[in-house]
C-alpha cells in the first residue's frame, strides 16, 4: 500500500460512516472498459463490475457518457414526479420493449434499493393484502421496507426491529440444503414447505400480497435455483392470487444472458424491480408493473429525483444498445460464461478449499470451504483469496458467508478475462497451500 492510498483510506475514516464497506484497499481514480485504475497508478482487471453497475464496461459507454454531458448542459432536474418531460417518456418506452406483452406502467426511483420499495408498496395496494413473502439468505436493500425483505447478514437487522409483516423461508440452495435432501430427487420440498407451514400455520394464503424473490440470489452466496422452484413459486402465487415480484436489481439487464433474469427460467412476474446497471453508472432505479393489475391511486407514492434527467439519458443509450446488440450480448454472456464455468470448475477439482462452482451467464459464485467433504464455510480463506486477487491486480467482491462472486464487464476482452482468470487461480493456489500446510 503506498502513502497516497494510506493517506486517502486514513482521511476517509475521520469523516465517512464505516458502515458501508469492508476492508478492501482499493482507492479509485479511473477506469474504462475492462480495466480500472487506482490514485497510485496500479493497473486491475475488473472482476467486480464495481457491484454489478458496469456490465456494459467500467464508466459505461461512450455514448452513455455523452448522452449524459449533454443533458447537463440542457436541464439537469425537471422534477418528473411533478413536471413532464419526454425524455423519460422515451425512455420508459425503450425499456418496456424488452419487456414482455402487458407490462406498461413505470415508476422511476434512484437506486434498487428504492425500486423495491415502490414494489412494496404496489403490491400492498394493488392486492389490499398486508404480508410478504421473502427468502432467507436474500438481499433487496437496506431501507426499511425493503431490509424487512432482506435476509442476508444478521448485522443488517441487528437492533433495527421491528419489521413490516415479512415471512422468511428457505430458498432453494441445492449445495447446503436446509431439508438435506439433493437434487432433483428432493421433490422440491422447499416450494412444499411453503405450502405445508407457512402458509397452512402462520399465515393465509390469502393475506399474502407478494412474494418477492431473486431469480438468482446475490449477497446471499450467487445462489442458482433450479428451474423448478421459480415455477412453484408462479404455481403458489397464481393458487393464492398473490403477486410474483422479481428482483432482477443485481441479475437483470443482461447479467445472467437475459435481460430479464427471470425469464431464464420460463416464468412471468408481476413486478420487477431494477437498478444498478440499468444507468451504466448513474442513480437510477426502475419498478415495472403488469398492465392487468391496475394503478395506484394518486398520490400514493412518489419522490423528489426519479426519472432526472441526467441519469435517463445515460440509460436511455444503455436500453437502445442492448437492443442493437441483443444477440451479441447473449451469445458473449453464453460463451464467455461457459468459459469462465470450465476455467472455476478445473480449479475446483485442483483445490480442496474450492466446495462449488455455480452460476447463470456471467453472473457465477465461488464458494469455499474447508474441506469438500465437511463443506464447512471457510471466509477467511475466502477474504484472502480476494486479498491476492486484488495483490495480483483483479478486483473482486465477496458475498455470502465464503462465497467470490466473478462478475465481470459481459464485454470483457477475451485476453483480460484469462488474465484475470490466472490471477484468480494463482491467488486460490496459495490460499489452498496454506490451508493444506495449516491442516497438517
Known sequence: MTDKIRKAIARDRKVIMPSTRGGTRFVASRGEGDIVYDISGNRFI?????????????????????????????????????????LPVEFAENLLSLF??????????????????????????????????AFYNSFHGRTYGSLSLTS????????????NSVVHVPYAYCYRCPFGKEYPSCG???????????????????????????????????????????????????????????????????RTGKFLAMDNFGVQAD???????????????????????????????SNTYGGNLVAVAAANELVKYVKKNMKSLEDQTRVKGRHIMERLN????RYEIIGDVRGLGMMIGIE?????????????????VVEEAFDGG??????????????????????????GLDILEDAIRKVNAASNAKSA
Open 346 to 349: 478445473q480449479m475446483k477439482e
Open 188 to 254: 422440491m420440498a422447499c416450494v412444499d414447505f411453503i405450502k405445508k407451514y407457512p402458509l397452512s400455520k402462520e399465515v393465509s394464503g390469502k393475506e399474502v400480497a407478494a412474494i418477492f424473490v431473486e431469480p438468482v440470489q446475490g449477497e446471499g452466496g450467487y445462489v442458482v435455483p433450479p428451474k423448478e422452484f421459480i415455477k412453484g413459486l408462479r404455481e403458489i402465487a397464481d393458487d393464492n392470487g398473490m403477486l410474483l415480484v422479481s428482483d432482477e436489481v443485481q441479475a437483470g439487464a443482461m
Open 394 to 419: 483483479l478486483l473482486m467482491l465477496p458475498c455470502g458467508n465464503s462465497t467470490i462472486r466473478v462478475i465481470p464487464p459481459i464485454t470483457i476482452a477475451q485476453k483480460n478475462l484469462d488474465e
Open 46 to 86: 475488473d472482476f467486480s463490475t464495481f457491484i454489478g453497475v458496469y456490465n456494459l464496461g467500467v464508466n459505461s459507454t461512450k455514448q452513455a457518457r455523452e448522452a449524459a454531458k449533454r443533458q447537463i448542459d440542457t436541464l439537469m432536474h425537471a422534477a418528473f414526479t411533478d413536471y413532464y418531460a419526454e
Open 368 to 384: 469455499f470451504v474447508r474441506d469438500k467433504k465437511s463443506k464447512i464455510p471457510a471466509p477467511k480463506e475466502r477474504d484472502k
Open 100 to 133: 414482455p406483452r402487458g407490462f406498461g406502467k413505470i415508476f422511476f426511483s434512484n437506486s434498487g434499493t428504492e425500486s423495491i420499495e415502490a414494489a412494496i408498496k404496489y403490491s400492498k395496494i394493488l392486492t389490499k393484502r398486508q404480508y410478504l413473502l
Open 271 to 301: 413486478i420487477y424491480s431494477m437498478a444498478k446497471s440499468l444507468g451504466g453508472g448513474l442513480p437510477i432505479g426502475a419498478t415495472i408493473v403488469r398492465n392487468s393489475l391496475g394503478v395506484p391511486p394518486e398520490g400514493a407514492h
Open 152 to 163: 442476508s447478514k444478521l448485522t443488517q437487522r441487528e437492533h433495527l426491529g421491528p419489521f
